[in-house]
């Protein structure tokens, strides 16, 4: 079946006029969901003092969504309500459903979480569990996943990938006893790219079929931004007998995702980027279902399953309190799940799914390539490739990209555009030694927003 690519959008040249940003606001059909976010307002952010939220018409310009979301104001209701409950129940909070409020009973939470997620990344309900944090979940999936043999142990991976995965592979082959030198591949761009390229990485993969175990990639590679061909590379590497896992930190609830129809075997995620759960919120973490399957065939006392970490939290909820200590998982992701879940991290997710619950991955998508061309468009527009003082490093293929777009400039100018940012109230990521990372976040940014960005932008390299 061939591949319908996604067409990029264009845009006349009036387009960069503030009349047509504010235009394709107008016409924006998910504009009102701004309104259900807490944009941080500019007096604030010049205030060193604990602040209640600032005016609407004095808010910043927020395009660090791919490092931390910013707070629904339904979190707040959110977290009032379970606070009640706590006060006014206590301990049957966990077993009881009350009246007005937006949460169901502290056990089934996990599960509500669960199920606004998997929309988000393509799988059935049952094969997304909400629980710790990405890099603990990761170490729990590797502890199943990871099962070197005398001929096949090395790991396949990112070669800039974010540090936290690095050291997870490190740790994990060294737990073997194993050599992380020589048991690490990173695949890395060809020489003068920064885009690792699909064809890239299926010849390492050709390169490893006899020696590889597995291959963890990010989704969207923190740095770059760039959109790795998800459903392509799993596919070939597990025709060459691989494990595929996902770093999906970067993609979640910002790229379209089908985990479940492209057979990734394990993924992991936080929800603090795109997900707006909150600073540190819980993570998550896909099991496809063949993987996920208790087998009963040996009797009702006898479980067969996928070998994990397991702990309390992971067995059927039908007998958790029988306390004899026959393991029953959970089939499906719920059965990697370890110690009783954080309320208040269940709460702040909740509350941030109920916004994602009232639309859908595919509009917030159309959105965000729309809006991300537009920023793209705005950069390059009237600037010449020669003289330029910057580049886009994200690929200028949709399908190969997210919201972000990062930005890579002339040594020595990083700091003066940041400085001339914040002074602007634009708050964006900046990340050594010269890249500023754009992220537009359908959301909750505008293309008005995008329009000021480039603005002030070009105006801090030309007074430098």
């Not at 500023?436 to 359908?442: D, I, K, N, S, T």
Request: proline share 5%.
């Amino acid at each position: 079946m061939a591949v319908i690519k996604t067409p990029k959008p264009t845009f006349p040249a009036e387009a960069a006029k503030q009349e047509y940003a504010a235009s394709l606001d107008a016409e924006d059909a998910l504009r009102e969901f701004r309104n259900q976010f807490i944009i941080p307002s500019t007096a604030n952010l010049a205030t060193k003092k604990l602040a209640k939220p600032g005016l609407s018409d004095d808010s910043s310009i927020y395009f660090a969504g791919n490092s931390l979301g910013l707070q629904p104001k339904a979190v707040a209701k959110y977290m009032e309500a379970q606070l009640d409950t706590w006060s006014s129940v206590g301990v049957g909070g966990h077993f009881t459903d009350l009246e007005d409020s937006p949460m169901p009973q502290w056990q089934l939470m996990s599960e509500k979480a669960a199920t606004s997620m998997s929309r988000l990344v393509g799988a059935q309900p049952e094969e997304v569990a909400a629980m710790g944090t990405l890099t603990m979940n990761l170490h729990l999936l590797l502890a199943s996943f990871y099962k070197p043999t005398e001929t096949r142990s090395k790991i396949l991976m990112d070669w800039k990938a974010f540090p936290s995965d690095h050291y997870a592979i490190e740790s994990q082959i060294a737990w073997h006893d194993l050599d992380a030198k020589k048991n690490m591949v990173l695949i890395g761009p060809d020489e003068g790219q920064h885009e690792i390229s699909t064809e890239k990485i299926l010849s390492i993969i050709d390169q490893h079929a006899e020696d590889a175990a597995l291959i963890l990639l990010p989704g969207i590679q923190y740095y770059t931004g760039q959109l790795f061909d998800i459903p392509t590379i799993t596919k070939y590497a597990h025709s060459k007998g691989l494990i595929v896992g996902w770093d999906l930190a970067h993609a979640f609830a910002n790229a379209e995702l089908k985990l479940h129809d492209w057979d990734v075997d394990f993924a992991v995620w936080c929800t603090y980027k795109y997900g707006n759960a909150g600073p540190g919120s819980m993570g998550a973490l896909f099991v496809h279902e063949k993987h996920g399957q208790v087998d009963y065939s040996d009797g009702p006392d006898a479980p067969k399953f996928r070998h994990r970490l397991t702990g309390w939290y992971g067995g059927d909820r039908s007998v958790r309190f029988k306390m004899d200590n026959k393991y029953k998982p959970i089939p499906g992701a719920g059965g990697f799940q370890i110690s009783t879940s954080s309320v208040m991290d269940l709460t702040s997710l909740c509350a941030a799914m109920s916004v994602f619950d009232q639309t859908s991955i595919q509009a917030l998508r159309q959105k965000s390539i729309k809006l991300t061309a537009y920023l793209e468009f705005l950069l390059l527009k009237d600037t010449d490739e020669e003289t330029r003082l910057y580049d886009i490093i994200t690929p200028s293929d949709p399908d190969a990209r997210g919201a972000q777009l990062s930005v890579l400039l002339k040594p020595g100018l990083l700091h003066k555009v940041a400085e001339r940012l914040q002074n602007a109230s634009i708050i964006c990521d900046k990340r050594e030694p010269g890249v500023v990372r754009v992220a537009p976040v359908p959301l909750y940014n505008t293309y008005s927003d995008v329009f000021k960005f480039v603005k002030e932008f070009k105006g801090a390299l030309a007074s430098s």
